[in-house]
C-alpha cells in the first residue's frame, strides 16, 4: 500500500515537472530546447510511478484472493509514534541551526544541538555538556581558523567572547 | 622515468603521507562503527579535501574508503552488524566464526584478503586504464552520450530490488542535474528565483544529506540501541592465514576478479561485488553444506571482492568520467572541483598526477595491514563508541561541511531537502546509488546530446553513424531488452518440451 502512495506522489511530482518546464523558454534556432530532458524525467516519473502504483493495487489483489482477507500490517511496519517523531530530531537540529547562527553564532549553535541531542539519548549531563563544548569549539576552531570558512559569529554575542576567538 | 619520479615525489611527502595516515584512522574509525557507511565517510571528508592539494585530497578518498570497506567486517564479527553494506553479504560467516572463538582469526583472514583484493584491484587500474584511455581519445560526444546512457542503464538492471524503484531513482538524480542555467539556451530551469541554483545544484551538499543525513535520521527513529559483546577473541589474528591462503588462495583471485568487473561496472558497488562473489563461491564450492555455518571460504571470496570492487570501480572514472560507484561519483566532484576533467587527458598530462594516484592505491593497500591489525586488537574500543554521543557530532560536522563547499546557507537547504526526501525514499526501499549517478551524469547525457544535435543540425540517425558509437548504442537497446530476452530464453525449452 505504501508503494500505491509513493507511486501517485511520483505521478504528481511528473506532472508537475511536464508544467514547469513547458514555461522554459525555447530558441528557434533549435530543435530540442532547454524543456527536453526535464519533460523526459517527467514523463519517466509519470510512467513509473504509475507502475509502481499498478504493482502494489495487483499485489494486493492477489494477496485478497490468495488469503481472503487484507492484513493491516501492510500499511507499514509497526513503528511506535515517538520513534517515529525522533526520526525528525536532525532536520529539526538544522533548521534550529540556519536560523539560530546567525544570532547566538555557529559555535554556540552546535553546542547547543550537540548537548539536546545527547540528552534526548540519555547520556549523563556532564558528560553532554563537556563533549558537545569540546567538539564544537574543535569543529568552529578547524573550519574558521583553518580552513577559514566564515561561519556566523552571532549578532547577539559578537566580541563578547574574546579569549575564544 | 621523469614522469614516474614526479609521480613519486607528489606522494612522498610529509603532508600527503600524513593525510594518508589520519585517513587511514578516520576510515577505520567510520568503518567499524554499525550504521555509518564507508560512502559517508567520503562524503563528511569532502568539505575538508576541498581546502587540500589535489594529490593530498584524492589519497585521503582513496585511503578512507579501503579502510572503511575493511573495517566494516569488524562489527560484522563481533555483533552480526555489518558496519558497512559491503560486508553484508558475509556477516553470518563471519559471526559464526566469531562464536566458536575464532573471531580474530576470521578477521585476520579478512584483512589479508582486503589487501590482497585491494592491489588486485589496483593492478588492474593500472594495466587496463592506460589502454583504454587511447581507445577514449577518439570518442567525440556521441560516444559519451551513449557511454553516460549505458552507465545509467548499468544502475537500474545491475541494482538490488525494484528495478522501478532503481528507474525513479534514477531519474531523481537526473532532475536534480538539470537545475540551473541551461547549457544551450541559457534559461534558468528550476531555480525558483534562488541565485545560488544558477550555477546548477552543487552536489557535495546533496551526497551528505543522502548518506549522511538519512543515516542520522534512521538513527534516531530506532529504538535505543544496546551492544553486546558476548564472544571470546582470544586467537591469534594471522596464526592461520598462510595455511588458508594455501588451501583457498583460488576463491581470493576468483573474489578479486568479479569484485573489480563488477566495481568497474556503473551504480554496482562494493556490496554487489561482495554479493555476487560470495553467491559464485558457493555455487562453486566443494563444501557447500559448511555455508552458513562458520565457512572460512565464504569470507575469503566476498572480503576480496569488496575491496576490489574500490579499485574497479575508478577504471570508468578515470578513463570516460563516468564512476563506478558512489564513492567514485564524489571523486569525480572532487576532481571537477580542482579544475581536473576526468577523462582519457589524464593519462596524457605530463605532471605524473596519474602515477601518484596509483602509488597511493598500492600505499593505501599496504598500509592496511598494519593499521588493520591494530584495529583487530582494540576492537571493542570501536564497536562499543556511545552512537549517542557521536551521532550529534556527525551533524554538526554535516551542517557546517555543507556550508563550507560555497559559504552559503542556500548549501545546508539543499542538503535539509535532499536529506528528507532521501530518507522517504530509503525507508520505501528506493536504492540509493542511482540517484547519485543521475545527477553526476544527467549533465553528461544531456550536454553530449545537445551539442552532437548542433553539429548534425538535429539528426538523430547520427548517434549511430560511427562504429563505435553504433556499438555502444546496441548495447544500450540489448541491455534494455535484456529481461525480456531473458524471459524468452528461460522459456523456450518448455515450448520445445511441449
Redesign the interface.
Known amino acids: 500500500m ?2 500505491f502512495v ?1 507511486g501517485l506522489a ?1 505521478v504528481i511530482a511528473g506532472v508537475a ?1 511536464i508544467i ?2 513547458q514555461q ?4 528557434p534556432s ?5 524543456s527536453l ?2 519533460s523526459i ?1 517527467g514523463a ?2 509519470c510512467i ?2 504509475a ?2 502504483a499498478a ?1 502494489a493495487l495487483w499485489n494486493r489483489k492477489r494477496a485478497v484472493v490468495q488469503q481472503g482477507v487484507v492484513e493491516v500490517t501492510t500499511l507499514g511496519e509497526p ?1 511506535s509514534g515517538r ?2 517523531l ?6 529539526v ?3 534550529f ?2 536560523f539560530a547562527s546567525d544570532y547566538i553564532g ?1 559555535m554556540l549553535t ?1 553546542t547547543v ?2 548537548f539536546v ?2 540528552i534526548l ?3 549523563v549531563p556532564w ?2 555538556l563537556v ?2 563544548l569540546l ?2 569549539l574543535a ?1 568552529y576552531f578547524i ?1 574558521s581558523r583553518y ?1 577559514l ?3 556566523p559569529q552571532g549578532v547577539l554575542i559578537e566580541g563578547r567572547l574574546p579569549w575564544i576567538f | 622515468m621523469d614522469i614516474l619520479m614526479n609521480g613519486i615525489s607528489l606522494v612522498l611527502n610529509v603532508e600527503t603521507l600524513l593525510v594518508i595516515l589520519l585517513a587511514s584512522l578516520f576510515g577505520i574509525f567510520v568503518g567499524a562503527v554499525p550504521g555509518l557507511t564507508a560512502t559517508m565517510a567520503v562524503a563528511l571528508l569532502v568539505p ?1 579535501t576541498f ?1 587540500m592539494d589535489t594529490i593530498p585530497a584524492i589519497a585521503a578518498i582513496v585511503t578512507t574508503s579501503a579502510m572503511a570497506i575493511f573495517a566494516g567486517d569488524i562489527p560484522g564479527t563481533y555483533l552480526n552488524i555489518p558496519g558497512t553494506p559491503a560486508s553484508a553479504a558475509y556477516v553470518g560467516e563471519s559471526h559464526a566464526l566469531a562464536k566458536k572463538g575464532r573471531a580474530r582469526e576470521a578477521l585476520g583472514i579478512n584483512l589479508v584478503c582486503s589487501v590482497f583484493g585491494g592491489i588486485f584491484g589496483t593492478i588492474i587500474l593500472i594495466v587496463v586504464a592506460q589502454s583504454l584511455a587511447e581507445v577514449a581519445l577518439q570518442f567525440s560526444a556521441f560516444e559519451y552520450f551513449w557511454l553516460a546512457v549505458l552507465g545509467l542503464s548499468c544502475s537500474i538492471f545491475i541494482s538490488v530490488g ?1 528495478r ?2 532503481a ?2 531513482s534514477l ?1 531523481f538524480g ?2 536534480l542535474s ?1 537545475v540551473g542555467l ?1 547549457m ?2 541559457g ?1 534558468p ?2 531555480t525558483f528565483g534562488v541565485p545560488d541554483l544558477m550555477a546548477g545544484i552543487n552536489f557535495i551538499p546533496v551526497m551528505i544529506g543522502m548518506f549522511a ?1 538519512n543515516e ?3 538513527y ?5 540501541e544496546k551492544k553486546n559483546i558476548n564472544v571470546i577473541d582470544n586467537d591469534s589474528v594471522f596464526h592461520k592465514v598462510p595455511s588458508h591462503i594455501k588451501r583457498y588462495w583460488r576463491n581470493m583471485v576468483r573474489g578479486s576478479s568479479i569484485g573489480t568487473l563488477i566495481g568497474a561496472l556503473p551504480g554496482a558497488g562494493a556490496d554487489i561485488a561482495a554479493w555476487i562473489s560470495y553467491g559464485v563461491g558457493k555455487g562453486r564450492s566443494k563444501e557447500k553444506e559448511k555455508y552458513g555455518t562458520g565457512n572460512i571460504e565464504g569470507v575469503m571470496d566476498a572480503s576480496s571482492a569488496n575491496n576490489s570492487g574500490i579499485s574497479g570501480a575508478w577504471v570508468p572514472a578515470l578513463v570516460f568520467g563516468i564512476p563506478g560507484d558512489s564513492i567514485t561519483a564524489i571523486v569525480i566532484g572532487v576532481l571537477y572541483m580542482k579544475g581536473m576533467n576526468p577523462g582519457p587527458t589524464i593519462f596524457m598530462d605530463g605532471s605524473g598526477l596519474i602515477y601518484a594516484l596509483f602509488i597511493v592505491f598500492i600505499l593505501a593497500n599496504l598500509m592496511m595491514l598494519p593499521i588493520g591489525y591494530i584495529a583487530i586488537r582494540l576492537s571493542k574500543l570501536f564497536i562499543l563508541t ?4 557521536l ?3 556527525i ?6 561541511g555543507a ?2 563547499i560555497n ?1 552559503s ?1 542556500v548549501d ?2 539543499l ?2 531537502i535532499v ?2 526526501v532521501a ?1 522517504l525514499l530509503a525507508v ?1 526501499d528506493f536504492p540509493m546509488a542511482p540517484a547519485i549517478l543521475g545527477l553526476v551524469l ?1 549533465s553528461v ?2 550536454n553530449n ?2 551539442s552532437a ?2 553539429r548534425t ?2 539528426d538523430l540517425t547520427s548517434f549511430f553513424a560511427r562504429p563505435i558509437s553504433a556499438g555502444l548504442g546496441i548495447a544500450v537497446i540489448l541491455l534494455w531488452c535484456s529481461p525480456l530476452l531473458i524471459k524468452a530464453w528461460r522459456q523456450r525449452p518448455r515450448h520445445s518440451a511441449a
Open positions: 505504501r508503494d509513493t511520483f515537472t514547469t518546464a522554459f523558454p525555447t530558441l533549435l530543435q530540442y530546447g532547454p530532458f526535464p524525467v519517466g516519473f513509473g510511478g507502475v509502481l504493482n513503528t520513534a517515529g525522533a526520526m525528525l530530531l536532525p532536520p537540529a538544522i533548521l541551526y540556519i555557529a552546535m544541538i550537540m541531542l545527547m539519548r540519555k547520556t558528560v553532554a563533549a558537545s567538539v564544537a569543529i573550519f580552513l570558512v566564515p561561519l | 575538508l581546502y525494484s522501478v524503484k528507474f525513479l531519474l537526473i532532475l538539470t541551461d544551450m539556451s534559461a530551469r528550476f543525513l542520522l535520521m534512521s534516531y527513529g530506532s529504538r535505543s556511545p552512537s549517542r554521543i551521532m550529534p557530532v551533524l554538526c560536522f554535516c551542517v557546517v556550508f563550507a559559504n546557507i545546508v537547504w542538503m535539509l536529506g528528507l530518507y520505501n544527467g547525457v544531456e546530446f545537445m544535435m548542433l543540425g538535429g
